[in-house]
């Protein structure tokens, strides 16, 4: 997987890019957010909160976000997205040294098959207040098995 410098050098994500001699197959982007307690939804909150023992009922926690993720449609359907998915999960468990981070976000398009594309990866809506919006902030724990 390569990178290019040019986003590198902004500082605002780092964009992945697989790619074979005649394509580029798909690519993702990836920066830090934070999944935060919203007062109206305490009941998700609540939900996470159990997930993690001695959490002292923290108002944020730190997360990667997919802030891009994108398969050519040559390649789609041929589990290039999902191993994308992997990369950032395995990257997050492989370099716990660097940077302490739990959880993924993703802004899903709001359609069908995007959204049952990140459930099937054991992503999950943070909020419902979105279910009406171009997209839906869902969440995964990579720490949780299901």
Excluded at 100 to 106: E, N, Y
Aim: net charge positive; aromatic share 12%; proline share 2%.
């Amino acid at each position: 997987m390569t990178m290019p410098n040019c986003i590198k050098r902004k500082k605002m994500g780092i964009t992945y890019i697989l790619e074979n001699y005649k394509h580029t197959i798909a690519f993702c982007t990836i920066l830090n957010d934070k999944i935060s307690m919203s007062s109206n939804e305490k009941n998700i909150w609540n939900k996470i909160n159990r997930n993690i023992p001695n959490n002292k009922r923290r108002k944020s926690y730190p997360a990667i976000k997919i802030g891009s993720l994108a398969t050519n449609t040559i390649y789609q359907r041929q589990g290039y997205g999902a191993a994308l998915i992997d990369f950032v999960k395995d990257y997050l468990l492989s370099n716990k040294q660097f940077s302490g981070c739990r959880f993924i976000t993703v802004d899903a398009s709001n359609n069908e098959k995007t959204i049952s594309f990140y459930k099937n990866y054991g992503f999950k809506f943070l909020s419902d207040k979105d279910k009406d919006h171009k997209t839906r902030c869902m969440y995964h724990d990579i720490m949780k098995t299901e």
